[in-house]
């Protein structure tokens, strides 16, 4: 039994590649998910998507300079993401669209200049690390960068979060308490672009989006205090990050979509036996309402 | 105007709109400190409006809204909340959030302003639901929940638009106390209001919108008058017995 045991949970990381690996992905399972939460909580869940294309052109313009370079592809992907960002937020507020629409439009206009840059410099296997990434691949200097731009996103979380949590409570009430109220917003976009460069190189631009977004929206049915969700959340995203990771090492099957299937489960999972809202919440509210009105 | 010069908010021919429509013209007055001001007329008279234009959420076309009261001191209830009622967030914690003015984005909150939140609560009679989610309150709890953030932020200028409706009668009771009390402790307060009774009770200066014009007029020429809510605005003269 130990034996096994050793066999599928210690024995992988007797390997480089899946130490640096695993602590790639719990850097980014601390980092992610509570992103995720305050865009599940903003109403904003398909934000994080739309911003994991806008990254896209930037990363293949550092791809065709620099080739398979991290620094560079993570610089342009910022850029670039700031940039779709901006130009988003300039054309809502310029036609009265709402930002979500815009950033709709520009997130499929970047994915399909990404893929067209990435094909016209690189092979469709360059295309395909860049969509879905290669954790297993990670050097020294690029888990470096990912553990960087994790701390710094927990870092700078922590002190914007009363800011943060106002704001996505009631707006108006932090409008008028400082005039400085939109630097809210607009850094924690910033965040959002961060963490999605930090996660194209393990998981691949469309991939990263799926660690910020699944853990937290499993959370929901976990918890009903924003502390609750945050925790939960890292904590599934770290378990999935390391099991997709041990999966992948012992099926053979693709690090990346491994996570983030895993993560899946999870969500689903939650979906149907969760604390709250779930189906099995929903049944058992049927048979015990007062118990469980009473319980909160 | 002379014995108002003290007043910490006045209005100066103000000419306000909604996108092209002109909604209102002409608007004049001193908000009398420590009073509690009445904004009445029918729907569209444009209540709300002149109340976004004082909080500068509406830039007017012409003339001035000139508040000394600091940004962080002045506290608006929207009739529309932009309060998202699925935030996971308890009543205390609300009712926390208004320290911003002393506590900022940063500095942690110590016991002696648990206790100062907890006293808010028992104030407004909803201790025993500081740990209930937002979302499961009702409308009367919420509205004193709201009302203890204000308080928090110790407030200088607060604006209500309509803060009666969907509400229980206990709640009225307890805010129309804590209003008062507000007042008499110097805070400027301007609300909306649609309902005699509550008119009554509440106000001491009254600014009647109606025609796109503003019309100052005595709380007691309101007496009298015995006509349903929604017309009251109507069946008042022009009388200038306010401010100017």
Redesign the interface.
Same mark, same amino acid.
């Given at each position: 039994m130990l034996a096994l045991l050793d066999a599928w949970f210690i024995a992988p990381f007797d390997y480089g590649f899946m130490r640096r690996a695993v602590v790639g992905g719990l850097a980014l399972s601390l980092a992610a998910p509570p992103l995720g939460v305050f865009l599940v909580?903003r109403g904003m869940s398909l934000i994080g998507d739309a911003m994991a294309h806008a990254i896209l052109p930037g990363v293949a313009l550092g791809f065709l300079l620099a080739g398979f370079s991290l620094p560079v592809m993570s610089v342009g992907g910022v850029l670039f993401g700031v940039l779709v960002a901006l130009l988003a937020g300039a054309v809502s507020k310029m036609g009265g669209q709402r930002e979500d629409a815009a950033m709709a439009s520009f997130f499929i206009i970047s994915l399909a200049a990404g893929v067209m840059l990435i094909s016209m410099g690189g092979s469709s296997v360059d295309l395909t690390h860049v969509l879905f990434g290669s954790i297993l691949a990670i050097n020294s200097t690029a888990l470096l960068l990912i553990a960087s731009i994790s701390t710094l996103i927990v870092i700078t979380l922590a002190?914007?979060f009363?800011?943060l949590?106002?704001e996505?409570?009631?707006?108006?009430?932090?409008r008028?308490? &400082? &005039?400085r109220s939109g630097w809210v917003h607009s850094v924690f976009l910033g965040l959002l672009v961060l963490n999605l460069t930090a996660g194209f190189q393990t998981l691949g631009t469309l991939m990263a989006v799926g660690l910020m977004m699944l853990p937290a929206t499993a959370a929901r049915f976990w &918890?009903?205090?924003?502390e609750?969700?945050i925790g939960i959340a890292v904590v599934l995203a770290m378990l999935a990050s390391t099991g997709g990771l041990l999966l992948s090492f012992h099926l053979d099957t693709p690090s990346g979509p491994s996570i983030i299937l895993l993560a899946g489960v999870a969500y689903l999972l939650s979906a149907l036996f969760g604390r709250y809202h779930s189906l099995a919440a929903k049944l058992r509210r049927k048979t015990t309402p007062l118990a469980l009105e009473q319980s909160? | 105007m002379s014995e108002r010069s003290s007043s910490r908010l006045q209005l100066h021919d103000l000419h306000l709109a909604q996108g092209r429509r002109t909604v209102l013209e002409h608007v004049d007055g001193d908000i009398k400190p420590g009073a509690i001001t009445a904004l009445i007329g029918a729907n569209g008279a444009g209540k709300s409006t002149l109340i976004q234009a004082i909080?500068g959420e509406l830039r007017p076309i012409s003339g001035k809204v000139v508040c000394t009261v600091d940004?962080?001191r002045?506290?608006?209830l929207?009739q529309q909340?932009?309060?998202?009622l699925?935030?996971?967030?308890s009543v205390e914690e609300?009712v926390m959030?208004g320290s911003?003015?002393s506590h900022g984005?940063?500095k942690g909150y110590c016991a002696a302003h648990y206790r100062k939140g907890r006293e808010i609560m028992a104030r407004l009679g909803i201790s025993h639901l500081a740990h209930?989610?937002l979302g499961?309150l009702s409308g009367g709890q919420r509205q004193r929940a709201l009302i203890g953030?204000t308080l928090m932020q110790e407030a200088e200028l607060l604006l209500l638009d309509e803060p009666f409706a969907n509400v229980d009668s206990d709640t009225v009771d307890i805010l129309i106390r804590i209003l008062r009390q507000m007042a008499d402790e110097g805070v400027t307060i301007i609300i909306v209001l649609h309902d005699m009774d509550h008119l009554r009770r509440l106000a001491d200066e009254v600014l009647m919108l109606n025609g796109g014009h503003g019309r100052w007029v005595a709380p007691s020429a309101l007496n009298h008058q015995h006509a349903p809510a929604q017309v009251v605005p109507f069946t008042l003269g022009g009388r200038h017995a306010g401010t100017a």
């Open positions: 909580l002190i914007i009363r800011a949590v106002v996505c409570l009631d707006p108006l009430f932090l008028g308490q &400082s &005039s &918890s009903k205090r924003l609750g969700l909160h | 909080m940004k962080a002045r506290a608006w929207p909340l932009a309060l998202d699925t935030f996971p967030m609300l959030t911003w003015p984005a940063m209930r989610p499961e953030r």
